[in-house]
């Protein structure tokens, strides 16, 4: 082993002229000419220094097909971060102990290629078997970008998704090598890292030889005997407390689930725990699929870049998404943890068992598990409709606008230069509505067949889309080639409707034209019913329209007129828009008040409220529109048919504003957040005595419930009464509307047993001024001492504090980035200040400060995680074609400023040039 690494002379010139970032084109991927196919780990932790050496057995490639691979190298092509990996020690069993840099093997930025001739002197003469071993330093102290192995607060745990175990040692770090990782041994100090887990099963631990009582060590050994790619490795070690619990499988397997986190914090893992078992039943009940090991760890950390990451057997949590109690945590975060801990169990399946060929694949691995999670978090609550109008909340609210801006991709992107830039809301949420149509196109009992074969076909493989799409075709006997199409448009596809009624031939017919990005028609999947204009009941049931062509027209037998409700249950996603421009607002309220779908009875209420609030901001004449938003809306306050408290609460809330920004051609914040203001308060007038009736109503019931539950009957209750604290609050005029909104406010604030309740009551007075400021100061400081120091609290007082509705905002979030309690360091406190202002209306304030304000936190960030910097914040400018020519400028200038920025990293920089485009 060398005292002077390798790769120092690399890495000292990297560091003094980084290479040009390179751009990753999906058509050039190419296999590798050799692969691992077992590897050994050894972990040895130390404070300031981490020594890693492996094991990798290396075999040539048997898929490889007409001699092609990648870069035409022929020899082992292993990737790692000369920046990060010192590497000590390399040898080839077989071969001399000493190898000779570039006559055996080349180092490159970000490569080390071990050539062929050496390999094959190395290989064993029976086998064709190749053992090359590495010995690397890595300083997981300093690694602020928590990518590979780095330190959260006292507990040392990996990322290694997309590319970070390139950032631990020297391996083929893609998603198409899959090595068996038979062993892992971890060791650290006994006291300080009690708690050392990785991959698969525990096989031995115990105490290592020598040491004093303050430096014993201790050691594990684990192996996972299911093939993997680099990506889904794990380690974790720490002084940690510990949840267990068990699950048994359909086959009688006892699983043993343990769940850690910081000792403080074990008593809040119960629900997740829960959510675990209900999600492991749930996929053998509707997928067949059964957990494969005899062991399921989930950990918690503060610093985590993401939602939370599948490895295998050990699930790595932002402690966000996993830790949840009634005092700390509100309704929507329960509903979070659930859903976030069954997706990463289902990627056990879809995911690991079957992996991607290579990144451009991501949306077959995410689209899937999302569109499982969501039908699991539906089906288990009883609340199908609740679910599937929050999933469309975001599309339209996050995927559309991405759409609509630079950001633009297909949900299998054709290049990149930074792969965690697409991690997007196009991957994830488009993709799962790609699923979603397989399903709505093929039925229920069809695509289960497809997704049998998927697995048949597939299991312990990296493979694309494309033999997805394949599986469901060919286990269904249908042609989906057409359908194919939407791996490859970018863009949202818009349907435009026409509909006419011959009375004398008793005929409806519905025409349809669509519109997108791809030279071909889409397969498009059109949800219809038809509902009699009359009597309001349903004379079409839900009835799917395959939209196949550029222009299609149905027709249906009818007695009498009816009124169609169109796109059911958004059984695609598109922009469905009348061919006329104008949405039929007669329509809009009968089906807000008619329709058999919950979605669409949803939906139509929404495109009234929009229509009333565009109408106010374009200064057109919106009184007649507003009579049918407050007919609609007294309706269905008073509508006693309706039984779920959530359902009434979704159908009494206007449109958000970034919803309504995708309405408009030019985006104006400030007026759109006035507009809805104007209507919010109309409303609210006009209903003030029902609203403090049903209010007082719904606070006596939660008052006289003792116990707390996460059901949809206690759920629902608290979103709709806390619906109808944000209408009686927003009458804040005059003092005397002021001092009451602070009183009712403050009374449920004090009153609140759970974070629900007072979170809510809490995002109103925050906002309040006039008469009612004393009461948000001193509710600002009591919410900040009950919190007492717990981070996911904190992170909820910053986040509402930094999207406050004050004309003062943005000095206000300027002093919180100045708070002993903010770091730029921890992801989820940084995006509770920064990304919670950039979603106000004052972030896009006329004199341009505050988009200074983010070109100077991005330039701070940048250098400290460039994943946070790229993905979370430098987003917020990317639509900047979209506002008024000033806005605009102003938006454009700060990327100019971001893109002459010294030693920029290459994720804010694609993004940056992408918005600049």
């Not at 082993?1 to 050039?28: D, Y």
């Not at 920046?83 to 069993?93: C, E, G, P, R």
């Not at 995927?399 to 633009?408: L, Y």
């Not at 828009?577 to 089906?591: I, K, Q, R, T, Y």
Request: glycine share 6%; charged share 25%; with cysteine.
């Amino acid at each position: 082993m060398t005292s002077i690494p390798l790769n120092a002379a690399l890495a000292a010139e990297t560091k003094a002229n980084p290479p040009k970032p390179v751009e990753v084109i999906r058509t050039e991927y190419a296999p590798l000419k050799y692969v691992v196919s077992k590897v050994s780990l050894d972990f040895k932790l130390y404070t300031g220094k981490t020594l890693v050496e492996s094991i990798l057995t290396v075999t040539a490639n048997n898929d490889l097909q007409n001699g092609e691979s990648e870069g035409g190298e022929d020899g082992l092509v292993l990737d790692g971060e000369e920046a990060t990996v010192k590497l000590l020690a390399l040898t080839v069993d077989g071969c001399e102990a000493t190898l000779v840099e570039d006559k055996d093997y080349v180092l490159k930025p970000g490569k080390l290629i071990i050539k062929g001739d050496t390999l094959r002197q190395g290989a064993s003469k029976n086998e064709n078997v190749m053992i090359v071993r590495t010995t690397v330093e890595i300083v997981p102290e300093d690694n602020t970008q928590l990518s590979g192995l780095y330190k959260s607060g006292d507990m040392y745990c990996t990322q290694c998704e997309a590319e970070g175990f390139r950032r631990i040692t020297y391996y083929p770090d893609r998603p198409d090598v899959m090595a068996t990782f038979e062993q892992v041994r971890v060791e650290a100090n006994a006291k300080d890292f009690p708690v050392l887990l990785s991959n698969g099963n525990l096989i031995k631990e115990g105490m290592c030889e020598g040491g004093t009582n303050g430096d014993k060590r201790k050691f594990t050994i684990w192996s996972d005997p299911f093939p993997k790619p680099s990506y889904l490795f794990a380690l974790v070690a720490g002084d940690l407390g510990c949840l267990e619990d068990s699950f048994t499988t359909m086959s009688g397997r006892n699983v043993a689930l343990r769940f850690y986190s910081e000792h403080n914090n074990v008593s809040k893992l119960s629900y997740a725990v829960e959510s675990l078992k209900r999600a492991m039943k749930w996929d053998e009940d509707t997928f067949g699929l059964e957990y494969d090991l005899d062991l399921f760890n989930v950990v918690a950390v503060e610093s985590f870049n993401m939602g939370a990451m599948e490895n295998k057997s050990l699930n790595v949590f932002n402690t966000s998404c996993v830790l949840a109690d009634p005092k700390t945590s509100s309704d929507a975060n329960y509903f979070r943890v659930e859903g976030i801990v069954a997706h990463e169990y289902f990627h056990n399946w879809t995911g690991n068992r079957v992996t991607c060929r290579d990144w451009f694949q991501l949306t077959l691995k995410e689209g899937l598990t999302v569109f499982r999670d969501q039908q699991f978090s539906g089906q288990i609550n009883n609340c199908a409709a609740v679910q599937r109008i929050s999933n469309v909340l975001t599309v339209r609210g996050m995927q559309f606008k991405e759409d609509a801006g630079p950001m633009s991709h297909p949900v299998r992107p054709e290049s990149y230069i930074a792969m965690d830039n697409f991690y997007t809301a196009t991957v994830y949420r488009k993709g799962a509505e790609v699923i979603r149509m397989y399903d709505t196109i093929l039925g229920t009992d069809g695509f289960r067949k497809g997704m049998d074969l998927y697995f048949k076909r597939h299991d312990g493989s990296a493979v694309t889309c494309d033999d997805f799409l394949a599986a469901m075709a060919d286990a269904n006997d249908t042609d989906l080639s057409q359908f194919a199409r939407w791996y490859y448009t970018s863009g949202t596809p818009t349907v435009t409707y026409v509909t006419s009624f011959d009375e004398e031939k008793g005929l409806f017919v519905v025409g349809l034209s669509q519109s997108s990005r791809s030279d071909e028609p889409l397969f498009i999947p059109v949800a219809l019913g038809l509902l009699d204009k009359e009597s309001g009941e349903e004379v079409l049931s839900t009835t799917i329209l395959e939209l196949k062509e550029m222009n299609q027209t149905f027709t249906f037998p009818v007695k009498k007129d009816v009124v169609p409700s169109i796109l059911r249950n958004f059984s695609a996603p598109v922009k469905m828009v009348p061919a006329s421009g104008v949405v039929n607002e007669s329509d809009m309220a009968f089906l807000a008040s008619n329709d058999t779908d919950g979605f669409n009875r949803w939906d139509s209420a929404q495109q009234l409220y929009a229509a009333a609030i565009l109408n106010v901001m374009d200064g057109k004449e919106y009184a007649g529109t507003l009579d049918l938003v407050l007919s609609t809306f007294g309706a269905t306050l008073n509508d006693a048919s309706i039984s779920d408290d959530a359902i009434r609460a979704y159908a009494l809330i206007l449109p958000g504003e970034s919803t309504l920004a995708e309405a408009v051609s030019v985006v104006d914040p400030p007026a759109i957040r006035n507009a809805r203001k104007f209507v919010k308060k109309a409303i609210a007038k006009k209903f003030k005595t029902e609203l403090t009736a049903a209010y007082e109503k719904l606070t006596a019931c939660v008052q006289a419930d003792t116990v707390f539950k996460v059901d949809g009957e206690s759920t629902g209750r608290r979103r709709l009464r806390n619906v109808y604290l944000g209408y009686l609050c927003a009458l804040d005029e005059t003092a005397e509307e002021q001092i009451e909104a602070a009183k009712i406010a403050t009374a449920q604030f004090e009153s609140a047993t759970g974070m629900t309740d007072k979170l809510a009551a809490f995002n109103c007075l925050v906002s309040m001024s006039g008469k009612g400021e004393s009461a948000r100061e001193a509710a600002i400081q009591n919410f900040y001492d009950d919190a007492n120091g717990d981070p996911l609290v904190i992170d909820k007082w910053f986040a509402c504090l930094a999207s406050a509705d004050l004309p003062d905002l943005l000095d206000r979030v300027v002093k919180l980035t100045t708070h002993p309690d903010f770091t730029l360091k921890v992801p989820n406190r940084c995006r509770a200040v920064i990304l919670s202002f950039t979603s106000s209306a004052a972030f896009h304030d006329d004199n341009g400060k505050g988009y200074e304000f983010l070109g100077d936190m991005l330039e701070k960030i940048d250098k400290v995680n460039s994943r946070v910097s790229a993905r979370t914040t430098a987003s917020s400018f990317l639509s900047w074609k979209r506002y008024n020519e000033k806005r605009a400028s102003m938006m454009k200038a700060q990327l100019e400023r971001l893109k002459a920025m010294p030693k920029i990293s290459n994720d804010l920089l694609e993004i940056v040039m992408k918005g600049l485009k």
